[in-house]
C-alpha cells in the first residue's frame, strides 16, 4: 500500500493517512532488461541493485585481463534504487516467486548465487 502525499491542484486534499492500492498493470512499451548478475550495496537511506548481463564469449583482450587479475570489469546495465522499507517485502515476493518457478519447472540452481559478493 502507499500513502497519497499530493494530488493535482485545486482539488481537495486527501484526509490524513488514506491509503490505496496500487495496481501494475503489464505494457509492451516498459523497458526491460536482463541480468545475469546481480550485486547489491547500500547508503544511508537506500539500497541500490546493479546488474549487468555478463557476456557468454569474451573478446580476448577481456579474457586476458579478466585472467591476469582474477576480475572481469563490467559497468552496470542498470540500476535500481529503493528505501530501505520496500526490502523485507522484495524479499517476500521473490521467496514466493521463487517457490512457484521452482514448483512448475523444478529447483533453481542455488550455485549461481555469490554470499561474498556484497
Known sequence: MATVKSIKSGTKPPPSGLRVNIALQP?????VFYSNFLEVAHGPHDL?????????????SDM????????????????IVISPTLAPGLIRALQAQVELWEKEFGKANKEGGDEDNK
Request: net charge negative; charged share 25%; proline share 6%.
Open 27 to 31: 505494457s509492451v512499451d516498459a523497458q
Open 48 to 60: 541500490t541493485i546493479y546488474g549487468v548481463r555478463v557476456p557468454a564469449k569474451l573478446r580476448h
Open 64 to 79: 586476458a585481463a579478466a585472467v591476469e587479475t582474477g576480475e572481469m570489469q563490467l559497468e552496470p546495465d542498470f540500476q
